[in-house]
Structures are given as structure tokens and as C-alpha cells.
């Protein structure tokens, strides 16, 4: 079983912003893919890579499907 992640506010809130960025029915992938990465209370640093690559991901669907 996966441990729980504990994000610190300040991870918490870049979370947030860049899931605001994406269409709504893109959020849901974006945010596992987010959690696929992490585990326990990771260090800003993993949690800004993991954004930029679900971000990566979701942009690459998105121009997919235009």
C-alpha cells in the first residue's frame, strides 16, 4: 500500500495553480500522474519536477487531440 503524500503548503498551492491551468477533464490524469511520481512528504524539488512533467504530459494530449 502507498503511503499518504504530505505536501506543505507552499506545494500544495503550485499543485493547485497548475492543475487550474488545464482543461477540467484533464486534471483527474494530470494529478495521478503527479501522485505516481511521489511518495511520503517529498522535497520541493520532486514535487516541481513531477508538475512539469504531468504538465509535459497533458499539453502533449491536448495538442493530440486538436
Do not use: C, H, W, Y
Not at 47 to 55: D, Q
Amino acid at each position: 500500500m502507498r503511503r499518504a503524500l504530505r505536501f506543505t503548503d507552499r506545494q500544495m498551492a503550485l499543485v493547485r495553480r497548475a492543475a487550474a491551468t488545464l482543461p477540467v477533464q484533464r486534471r483527474d490524469a494530470f494529478l495521478r500522474a503527479i501522485t505516481e511520481r511521489l511518495v511520503g512528504e517529498p522535497p520541493d524539488s520532486a514535487v516541481i519536477e513531477a508538475v512539469n512533467l504531468g504538465l509535459d504530459a497533458a499539453i502533449d494530449v491536448i495538442k493530440e487531440a486538436v
